[in-house]
């Protein structure tokens, strides 16, 4: 998945309230790396760009999650022992 911007792109991880992080939502100038909340985790989560997807790739992106061989999955479980990690 190439760089996406000045494109709409849906977040498909987890709802993470400390970060306004809610599943399907979606950002029009594409991946958010300069939204306040995020910029920390984006240093944090090297993967995390892979949970903004165009909203034609929906659909396969959310099937992704699901198989552990993907970049999406992948991005998926770093996200969530980074937000671990924190909480620790």
């Known amino acids: 998945m190439n760089e996406i911007k000045n494109k709409a792109t849906t977040y498909i991880g987890p709802t ?12 029009k100038g594409g991946i958010p790396y300069n939204y306040p909340p995020l910029k920390g985790l984006f240093e944090k989560c090297s993967l995390l760009k892979m949970l903004f997807v165009e909203p034609k790739n929906l659909s396969l992106a959310k099937k992704n999650l699901q198989k552990k061989a993907t970049l999406e999955y ?7 022992k980074t937000i671990k990690e924190a909480n620790d």
Do not use: C, S
Not at 17 to 26: A, E, I, M, Q, S
């Open 74 to 80: 992948q991005a998926l479980m770093q996200l969530i």
């Open 16 to 27: 993470i309230l400390k970060y306004g992080l809610f599943n399907n939502k979606t950002f």
